[in-house]
């Protein structure tokens, strides 16, 4: 079975610049999910999406930060426009229904802005 | 007051040694608890779930004390394998809030 698909794996952008990640969930799984993860920290839900709704975005900065998940598949994420502290590794995961299943990571997408 | 708390370590012990972490969590309404493993640089994986009455996989014991907040992590005999950083995850009772803690380093050293 297919895991948790990202890209980019890496990038390296200047402050003000925008950038976006993409994330493919594995096949089936309703429930996505960004997070970022700053160096030494667990990760930090950003946003979750049940299917093409959005069940929680309360810690999204939606000054710069979007998301979306327009078909109830895959998603992207953007931030525009970048700031230094947004250098993270942003973790897109995937469960079957949400609530209290498993959650599978993608590799994450290595964000450093300069 | 931060959600959930973990001593980052980290923890260095030689093979074959009881190791314990311990994670504390605010919110009292909180319904489930998962161990995840975390190696360098890669993805968060599922370790475990947390029952109420504890559980058990192997060399790995997760309990759970809600009268004190806390779950725990116990790994027997450690393996250099077991090398990771170890994040306990906290679900609100909505089932839709994850917390993770900011996870606890191990290092198994030969």
């Known amino acids: 079975e297919a895991g948790v698909a990202q890209s980019p794996r890496y990038k390296i952008i200047e402050k003000r610049q925008s950038v976006a990640f993409w994330c493919n969930p594995i096949?089936?799984?309703?429930?996505l999910y960004w997070y970022q993860q700053i160096l030494g920290q667990g990760p930090k839900l950003l946003i979750q999406?049940?299917?093409?709704?959005?069940?929680?975005d309360s810690q999204l900065p939606k000054d710069r930060f979007s998301a979306e998940r327009l078909k109830g598949v895959d998603s992207t994420l953007k931030i525009q426009p970048a700031k230094l502290e947004d250098s993270a590794v942003y973790l897109c995961a995937s469960s079957l229904n949400g609530g209290y299943n498993e959650q599978f990571f993608g590799p994450g997408t290595r964000l450093t802005v300069l | 007051r931060k959600e959930v708390e973990q001593d980052p370590g980290p923890f260095n012990v030689p093979e074959g040694a009881t190791v314990a972490f311990n994670c504390t969590y605010s919110?009292?309404?909180?319904?489930?608890f998962f161990w995840y493993r975390q190696d360098c640089r890669k993805e968060p994986k599922l370790l475990m779930s947390v029952y109420s009455s504890g559980n058990e996989d192997g060399r790995f014991t997760a309990q759970l004390n809600r009268a004190s907040q806390y779950i725990s992590l116990l790994i027997r005999d450690s393996k250099l394998s077991d090398s990771a950083t170890y994040l306990c995850?906290?679900?609100?009772?909505?089932?839709?809030?994850?917390?993770f803690g900011t996870g606890t380093s191990l290092t198994v050293i030969p």
């Open positions: 999406f049940q299917n093409n709704g959005v069940v929680d």
């Open positions: 096949s089936g799984h309703a429930t």
């Open positions: 995850v906290v679900v609100a009772n909505t089932g839709n809030q994850f917390y």
């Open positions: 919110n009292s309404a909180s319904q489930s």
